[in-house]
């Protein structure tokens, strides 16, 4: 399978688990592409044109051939400086490895990921939260996150890249659709009543499992095994965090359980005062389930080797 084709496929299957409704992916597209068009001669040359192709910002062949035949892919949360050193020192000692994939957006992927999270206003219009008041809390956010990357070296890995001759792409929100779909469908099935019950479906998951005995496992943040569960949202894609500010509006739809991979202390707080239970399923081990169910699909269409690197930890759950 050529390098572009799968950038092409795990695009295409992130669309397919992405929890917006179609129409809201083609606006999304469609004011990329006005935004596009607003745009001098000299800046249109230098827009990144996958913008209106798809709507992850997030995802992007960073280095290397489109045409290039891969067959050994090694894949890893964090592929930086010195996971593509560790790739060229395998490659010198005859490990043939044709495609480094990060999951974590690097280069271009990593300056713009920001773009990625106007998807959160349209999950929360899913909830029952009226878009213009999410989109104002996003556009907010984002602001945020964008001045905080600005200063970023973020062209240093695909640099290295460069000058080891390595194919180099990486894959954020298509695997974060995938794990949020899974835990949503998994969560709406079992219907768990309290978080104990939470914590034990949690805990059936192989990727929760093996973090459980790196000392990484699920844990309650907020509320107590005994508490009910209620309506509960997996809250697993859209770039990063969102707004602090959501929390009342999440309260307010009804959600008395939200599991995340991570919250940072400001969003701990603000929904602690909502009193909304929280469940930390796991960053890492979240990102590997992610790219596990993404990679089993892909495994359909061509036999790869797959080399796990830097936190990430492969289980096929195919049927062999």
Known sequence: ????????????????????????????????RKEYNKLSAAR???????????????????????????ETIMVGIDMEVGELLVADRLREKGIGIDLVMAHHPEGKALAGFYHVMSMQADIL??????????????DE??????????AVNHTRSVDVAQLLDINYMCVHTP?????????????DNRKPKTLKDVISILDTVPEYRDASKKNAGAF????KEKDKAGKIVVDMTG??????????????AGVGTLIGMHFSEEHFKAAKAEYINIVVAGHISSDTLGLNLLLDSLCEKDDFKIIP????????????
């Open 1 to 32: 399978m050529k390098f572009k084709d799968i950038y092409e496929f795990v695009v295409k299957r992130g669309i397919a688990k992405d929890p917006r409704q179609r129409a809201d992916i083609k606006k999304t597209l469609a004011n990329a």
């Open 44 to 70: 249109k040359a230098a827009f990144d044109k996958e913008r209106v192709k798809h709507p992850y910002d997030d995802t992007r062949m960073l280095y290397g051939d489109p045409a290039a035949e891969i």
């Open 125 to 138: 219009k899913k909830l029952g939260i009226t878009y213009s008041i999410g989109k104002e809390l996003l």
């Open 141 to 150: 956010r984002m602001a945020e996150v964008a001045r905080s990357i600005s």
């Open 175 to 187: 695997a974060d659709n995938h794990v949020t779909d899974y835990l949503q469908r998994l969560f």
């Open 220 to 223: 309650i943040m907020i509320g």
């Open 239 to 252: 770039g990063t965090e969102g707004s602090k500010r959501v929390f009342p509006r999440l309260s307010q």
């Open 309 to 320: 690197c830097s936190g990430f930890v492969r289980v096929d759950r195919r049927k062999k």
